[in-house]
C-alpha cells in the first residue's frame, strides 16, 4: 500500500499552527545554491507546539519527531533527486524539528543531509545523529571523520554504534571522542528484536547515552525489555521502523481512521501510529524517514497536541492489528 493511501486530510488547528511556521520559513526565500526551491531557513524559535523530551543523561530538550534518511536520502547530486529532499529538510526545520539520524551504511545519505543543511544554512540548528558501521579500531576512526565531512560539521551531536558491529572496539572510540568534544552523546543501536539479547547485555554494561531501536505497533518486543531496561539506565530512546517498513499502512489499507483519534488530535493513520509510539514514556524522539514533502508536515503532527493514554493505547492496537 502506498502512504498516501493511508493518510487522512490534515485539518487540526495545532497543525494548521505548524504549517504557518512552514509557510513562514517558505517566505524568507530559498536558500543559496537553489533558485527553485519552495522553503527557506525557518524562523529561529522552534515550533511551541511541537513535544519536547528531555535527554535523560543531560535533561537537554530535542523535539520528539525527527527525521530518519535510510533510503530516503541516498540519491545523486542532480537537482531534480535532490529537489524534493531539499523541501523536506526545509519544512522539518521550519516545523520545529532538529534530530536527523544518518548512517554511513545509509549510501549518500550523510552526503545530501550535510550538503542540503548548509545550502540552507540550517546545520548549525540541527541536532545530527549519525553511526560508525565497520570493524577495527582505525576503520572506524577514519569513517566517522569521513561522516564529519560529510555532514560539513566539526562535532556530531549523537555517535552510534550501528547495529552494535564491533561494538566494543568502537565505544572505546566514542568515548575518547566524547571526552575530546567531538561528539556531545554516544550509543548503540539495533532494528531487529533477534538482536536484544546482546542489546540487552550491553546496555548493562556499558555507560552510554542513547538507544536507537525498533517499535511499532507491528514490532512491540522493545517494550517488554529493553524500553524498561532504558528508563531504568537513564537512557534517551530514538525509534527507527516507526511504520514496520510499511506494514502498518497495509494493515489499514482502505479503512476509515477511527473517530475518536480526534481525541488525541490525531488526523491521520500515520500520525495514529507515531503518537503511539510517543506515548510510551520511555520513548525521546521517533526517527520516521520520507521523501515527500507533505508526508513530512503530516509526521510532524504527531508531535502536536494530546496523545493516547495506556488505555487507548490497547484500543489503537486492536484496532490495527484485530486483536
Known amino acids: 500500500m502506498s502512504r498516501a493511501a493511508g493518510r487522512a486530510p490534515l485539518g487540526r488547528r495545532a497543525l494548521l499552527g505548524l504549517m504557518a511556521g512552514a509557510v513562514a520559513g517558505a517566505a524568507a526565500g530559498p536558500g543559496p545554491g537553489a533558485p527553485n526551491a519552495r522553503a527557506g531557513p525557518a524562523p529561529a524559535e522552534p515550533t511551541p507546539a511541537l513535544l519536547h ?9 530535542i ?21 524534493p529532499l531539499r523541501e523536506v529538510l526545509a519544512r ?16 549518500a545519505a550523510e552526503t545530501v543531509v550535510g550538503d542540503l543543511a548548509a545550502e540552507l544554512g540550517v546545520t548549525e540548528r540541527l541536532f545530527l545523529a549519525t553511526k560508525v558501521w565497520t570493524t577495527g579500531r582505525e576503520a572506524g576512526i577514519a569513517q566517522m571523520e569521513r561522516s564529519l565531512q560529510r555532514l560539513r560539521t566539526r562535532r556530531l551531536d549523537l555517535l552510534q554504534v550501528h547495529n552494535l558491529l564491533d561494538w566494543p572496539v568502537h565505544l572505546r572510540t566514542l568515548r575518547a571522542w566524547k571526552d575530546a568534544g567531538r561528539v556531545r552523546y554516544v550509543g548503540v543501536t539495533h532494528y531487529t528484536a533477534s538482536a536484544y ?4 547485555r550491553v546496555l548493562r554494561r556499558e555507560p552510554l547515552d542513547a538507544v ?25 530512546v530514538l525509534v527507527n521502523r516507526p511504520f514496520a517498513e510499511g506494514a502498518l499502512f497495509d494493515a489499514v489499507r482502505g479503512r476509515p481512521l477511527p473517530p475518536w483519534a480526534a481525541e488525541f488530535d490525531c488526523t491521520s493513520w500515520a500520525q495514529f501510529f507515531l503518537k503511539w509510539i510517543l506515548a510510551h514514556p520511555a520513548v525521546t524522539c521517533v526517527i520516521p524517514a520520507t521523501r515527500r514533502p507533505a508526508h513530512l508536515v503530516d509526521n510532524m503532527g504527531a508531535g502536536a497536541g494530546r496523545l493516547p493514554d495506556a488505555a487507548t493505547r490497547e484500543r489503537m492496537a486492536a484496532v490495527v492489528l484485530g486483536r
Not at 523535539?63 to 529537489?83: I, K, Q
Open 53 to 61: 523530551r528531555p535527554i535523560p543523561s543531560s535533561g537537554e530538550p
Open 92 to 107: 522539518f526545520v521550519a516545523l520545529g524539528g532538529r534530530v536527523v539520524d544518518a548512517s554511513p551504511m545509509y549510501g
Open 212 to 236: 536507537q531501536v525498533n517499535y511499532s505497533l507491528a514490532e512491540r518486543e522493545a517494550e517488554r525489555r529493553i524500553l524498561p531496561l532504558a528508563r531504568e539506565r537513564g537512557l534517551a
Open 63 to 83: 523535539p520528539a519527531v525527527g527525521l530518519g534518511t535510510w533510503r530516503t536520502f541516498d540519491v545523486g547530486a542532480s537537482p531534480a533527486e535532490r529537489a
Open 197 to 200: 539479547d546482546e542489546l540487552e
